[in-house]
T-cell receptor, first 114, second 111 residues
């Protein structure tokens, strides 16, 4: 089965630094998503992206966050100035049509902000 | 917040059927019921979804009550690898609509 690929699997950064989390969605998919999960808590929606635009975003996705599809294969999440509370597992997901379609999730990037 | 209510945890013996309930009493006519699971902090994995009719695939069966206010996910022969958090999610099938996860049910399968 095709996979969503996320790199790196674990990233450590200092508070205040910028980080970029990378994802390669499934090749023919059109809708892309970022979620996060703080340790011991539920999976939280951050943002959805289609046709080079944000479709929907949550209250968590403030000005410190941005997303980009810099080329035909990658989908990135940037956090401009990381805070301790940004430490979490970040999941990328994609699907083909965005409607009656299951989301495929990557295995996640564990971000640790020190 | 999530529109569903699920028990916090359940236990099941290996080889037996696991029946996971979900209440979604405020579901609207156009909303689907989705089930996902998350095995030990891996990415969530799709299991099954349905609107009105019962559904079955290679992983599970989904039974939706006639009034659509509740549903049950059935894993017919649970294995140790089915130990996971199971999420019942109600969602419109519109393009780009996000999945909103609740706390789910932690299913523990033991030998």
């Amino acid at each position: 089965e095709p996979e969503v690929t996320q790199t790196p699997s674990h990233q450590v950064t200092q508070m205040g630094q910028e980080v970029i989390l990378r994802c390669v969605p499934i090749s023919n998919h059109l809708y892309f998503y970022w979620y996060r999960q703080i340790l011991g808590q539920k999976v939280e929606f951050l943002v959805s992206f289609y046709n080079n635009e944000i479709s929907e975003k949550s209250e968590i996705f403030d000005d410190q966050f941005s997303v980009e599809r810099p080329d035909g294969s990658n989908f990135t999440l940037k956090i401009r100035s990381t805070k301790l509370e940004d430490s979490a597992m970040y999941f990328c997901a994609s699907n083909l049509r965005g409607g009656d379609e299951k989301l495929f999730f990557g295995s996640g990037t564990q971000l640790s902000v020190l | 917040d999530a529109k569903t209510t699920q028990p916090t945890s359940m236990d099941c013996a290996e080889g037996r059927a696991a029946n996971l309930p979900c209440n979604h009493s405020t579901i609207s006519g156009n909303e689907y019921v989705y089930w996902y699971r998350q095995i030990h902090s891996q990415g969530p994995q799709y299991i099954i979804h349905g609107l009105k009719n019962n559904e079955t695939n290679e992983m599970a069966s989904l039974i939706i009550t006639e009034d659509r206010k509740s549903s049950t996910l059935i894993l017919p022969h649970a294995t140790l690898r089915d130990t996971a958090v199971y999420y019942c999610i109600v969602r419109y099938n519109q393009a780009g609509t996000a999945l909103i996860f609740g706390k789910g049910t932690t299913l523990s399968v033991s030998s």
